[in-house]
């Protein structure tokens, strides 16, 4: 069976300083991936998606990049977090108009 | 342009009864549609789908209903139980160009099942 995960849980962070969030995925081969963010309150916003090894595509331009340096592995970054960057992050797995499974998520507070 | 709309933010019903759930889309090239389920600081769970050929699903507890005129989808539970508290996030996708690789959500609606 599959299986995602996603680390840190929690993250708490100065303003200013980067960020690295982790997604591995287990038990498929060749997945779409995918990087949410839901912010207090909101809905889900789909911010990267990748559909192979070093191919990304950025949904909402922002403070945020994404890398996809293996086939089971993707990454959210950004070099200087902005207060606006809190929010719960979630990784998905998923194929061409399937079911989207998703991680346990990432809660990041930047203060 | 909020394509996918949950216009009720939240719902409360009572054990045993039926919770229905609604949600509303914009784009008539969405043809798969889902509903997840998301307790507080964990990922969202698949619940149920349903492709537009069909009008009906159903998977236990879980019903959802289609209606294409209408733009219309709605989740049911029935009975409703306690453990069904949560967010339900409505999704939808299209299977045209390079847009059958994303899901997009409604805001969700809070659901909570009094005992």
Redesign the interface.
């Known amino acids: 069976s599959q299986t995602i995960h996603?680390w840190p849980a929690t993250l708490v962070q100065p303003v200013g300083s980067p960020l690295s969030l982790e997604c591995t995925v287990e038990g498929t081969s060749n997945p779409?991936l995918?990087w949410y963010r839901q912010a207090a309150g909101?809905?889900?916003q789909?911010l990267f998606?990748s559909?192979g090894i070093g191919q990304i595509s950025s949904?909402v331009p922002q403070n945020l990049s994404a890398s996809r340096p293996q086939d089971r592995q993707f990454i959210l970054s950004s070099k200087k977090l902005l207060l606006s960057d809190s929010g719960?992050y979630?990784c998905?797995w998923g194929r061409?108009?399937e079911?989207?499974?998703?991680?346990?998520?990432t809660?990041l507070l930047v203060l | 342009d909020q394509q996918v709309k949950q216009n009720s933010p939240s719902l409360s019903v009572q054990e045993g009864r039926i919770s229905i759930l609604n949600c509303d889309y914009t784009n008539s090239m969405f043809d798969?549609f889902?509903w997840?389920k998301k307790y507080p600081?964990?990922?969202?769970?698949?619940l149920i789908?349903i492709s537009s050929i069909k009008d009906k699903n159903e998977d236990g507890r879980f019903t959802v209903f289609l209606n294409k005129s209408a733009k219309h989808l709605s989740l049911h539970i029935v009975p409703s139980q306690p453990g069904d508290s949560a967010v339900y996030?409505c999704a939808a996708?299209s299977?045209s160009g390079g847009s059958?690789?994303?899901?997009?959500?409604?805001?969700?609606t809070l659901l909570t099942v009094n005992p």
């Open positions: 996603q779409n995918y909101r809905g889900l789909l998606y559909v949904e719960f979630l998905a061409i108009q079911t989207q499974y998703f991680g346990p998520g809660r | 798969y889902l997840y600081a964990e990922g969202p769970t698949f789908s996030f996708s299977n059958n690789y994303k899901l997009t959500f409604g805001k969700g």
